[in-house]
């Protein structure tokens, strides 16, 4: 009897363990997965980091709240994604050091910043206020960490917003950068060598601050601002629909727009947090937000992904994170000088021309609609004052002007100057409407525009007279 139960006993734990195992090497092969893949796709050792929020139906996009995790992702270590400080807390913009081995953050609440060891040790508190950037002066090489001195500006404030910057190592070490004009603290991004920055200067007037004259070069309009990690001086502007990059040169003489809303599950959804990594070829973001920025949701991930060569299209994804958590503020550090992928020759890539225009001029039509966006509020489009809403219709007849497609989108203001728009058209009325390419009308490049649809492959024309 003995015996038999001794039996049943060993086969038990044996079973148990060949089950721990088996879940500790698929566990372990799934931890790996997404480090492998963002290893093909960078094709050098990288780590990545960003804030998880530790709570469903997130909606805290600007991460100024206290319920978030700081998270990692080594290609090298087989570890997988890590928590790299356990504690929930609030966990801003984290951005890594020019050598990949520090992680700065600030702690909007607390109104601080602070530095901790990729590992998670070495916790440091480095300084008040909130940091906007951290930049290597390579010819000293000194770390200085971009700070705005209170935690709590933000792009839209009124009164003069300083940007100081201070020593990593030597906080007590600081010195004034700009003090004209509000920056942003979400978008700023300096060229290798440190003559300019790119911000909003305010939000959403987007250019470069040439440091040494204490000059803006405007560029555009805008949000999400990010700058080449070279001296090409070449930089971005996130445009209003939340879907594409706008490529300036510093003269403006060559301007291109890529589309970052095509990746993987994202379906032409808004994405956010767009950042350039400290190499010329990749990029970071988040996505899908299928109902809007400010409604945020689990399904949000981590992207990264790769320019191609002319840096006009992005030619490889990887989604990072895929999980029930809103994942937010994301940073990419690729080891310098690894790789196959070598910086473009940046006098050379995109295109001479501004975005390509659609042919023809006006188009006058009779339209039924199919579908409409919901008009969000002021709240719900903050910092804006005014956007766009896209309604989809059925085209009835073409009056004026060429049109070969069944189905057309158009944008119509739905709040402008912070007041609703007369918005009446409902599902199944048809109407006459005057129209133009929206891609032709550059003055609404920064403005916001929401697209809440469910079938977006249409092309997208502007209400000439909804005004």
């Given at each position: 009897m003995m015996t038999r139960r001794i039996k049943y006993i060993l086969a038990a734990v044996c079973c148990v363990l060949t089950i721990f195992f088996v879940s500790f090497v698929w566990l372990g092969s799934r931890a790996s997965d997404e480090a492998e893949q963002l290893r093909q796709l960078v094709d050098a050792p990288a780590r990545m980091v960003w804030v998880r929020q530790a709570k469903s139906g997130a909606k805290d996009v600007f991460a100024r709240g206290d319920r978030f995790q700081l998270m990692g992702l080594d290609t090298e270590d087989r570890i997988g994604i890590r928590v790299i400080l356990h504690g929930i807390e609030n966990y801003n913009k984290p951005m890594f050091t020019s050598r990949g081995d520090r992680i700065v953050f600030s702690n909007v609440p607390e109104d601080k910043i602070y530095a901790v060891n990729w590992d998670g040790t070495g916790l440091q508190e480095l300084h008040s206020g909130r940091a906007a950037e951290v930049w290597m002066d390579a010819a000293t090489g000194v770390e200085w960490v971009y700070r705005i001195p209170s935690g709590r500006a933000v792009a839209d404030e009124a009164d003069k917003t300083p940007l100081t910057r201070f020593q990593l190592d030597n906080p007590m070490m600081e010195e004034m950068v700009w003090d004209i004009t509000p920056v942003n603290a979400d978008t700023i991004q300096l060229s290798e060598d440190g003559?300019?920055?790119?911000?909003?200067?305010?939000?959403?007037?987007?250019?470069?601050?040439?440091?040494?004259?204490?000059?803006?070069?405007?560029?555009?309009?805008?949000?999400?601002?990010?700058?080449?990690?070279?001296?090409?001086?070449?930089?971005?502007?996130?445009?209003?629909?939340?879907?594409?990059?706008?490529?300036?040169?510093?003269?403006?003489?060559?301007?291109?727009?890529?589309?970052?809303?095509?990746?993987?599950?994202?379906?032409?959804?808004?994405?956010?947090?767009?950042r350039w990594s400290n190499h010329d070829r990749f990029m970071c973001m988040t996505g899908p937000y299928d109902r809007g920025i400010i409604a945020g949701g689990g399904e949000v991930s981590v992207y990264a992904g790769r320019f191609n060569e002319q840096m006009t299209e992005i030619e490889a994804w990887v989604r990072v994170t895929d999980h029930g958590l809103a994942d937010f503020f994301p940073d990419l550090?690729?080891?310098?000088?690894?790789?196959?992928?070598?910086?473009?020759?940046?006098?050379?890539?995109?295109?001479?021309?501004?975005?390509?225009?659609?042919?023809?001029?006006?188009?006058?039509?009779?339209?039924?609609?199919?579908?409409?966006?919901?008009?969000?509020?002021?709240?719900?489009?903050?910092?804006?004052?005014?956007?766009?809403?896209?309604?989809?219709?059925?085209?009835?007849?073409?009056?004026?002007?060429?049109?070969?497609?069944?189905?057309?989108?158009?944008?119509?203001?739905?709040?402008?100057?912070?007041?609703?728009?007369?918005?009446?058209?409902?599902?199944?009325?048809?109407?006459?409407?005057?129209?133009?390419?929206?891609?032709?009308?550059?003055?609404?490049?920064?403005?916001?525009?929401?697209?809440?649809?469910?079938?977006?492959?249409?092309?997208?024309?502007?209400?000439?007279?909804?005004?």
């Open positions: 003559a300019y920055l790119c911000s909003q200067f305010p939000w959403p007037e987007a250019g470069l601050l040439d440091i040494q004259n204490g000059e803006i070069i405007p560029l555009g309009k805008g949000c999400w601002t990010s700058m080449a990690p070279d001296n090409s001086y070449l930089m971005w502007i996130f445009d209003g629909p939340h879907r594409n990059l706008i490529f300036h040169s510093m003269d403006n003489r060559r301007k291109w727009s890529v589309n970052i809303s095509q990746a993987p599950n994202v379906k032409d959804h808004e994405v956010y947090h767009p550090w690729i080891q310098p000088d690894k790789g196959r992928y070598h910086a473009p020759d940046m006098a050379r890539v995109g295109s001479a021309m501004e975005p390509e225009k659609i042919a023809g001029e006006r188009l006058t039509v009779g339209v039924k609609l199919v579908e409409l966006t919901l008009v969000p509020s002021l709240e719900e489009i903050a910092p804006y004052t005014q956007t766009l809403v896209v309604y989809r219709y059925e085209v009835i007849d073409v009056l004026s002007g060429h049109y070969d497609r069944p189905q057309i989108l158009v944008a119509h203001w739905g709040i402008l100057d912070r007041k609703r728009t007369d918005l009446q058209t409902r599902v199944g009325d048809t109407v006459e409407l005057e129209l133009e390419p929206y891609g032709n009308r550059n003055e609404l490049e920064g403005e916001r525009l929401v697209m809440e649809i469910s079938d977006m492959q249409h092309p997208l024309f502007y209400d000439v007279k909804g005004r």
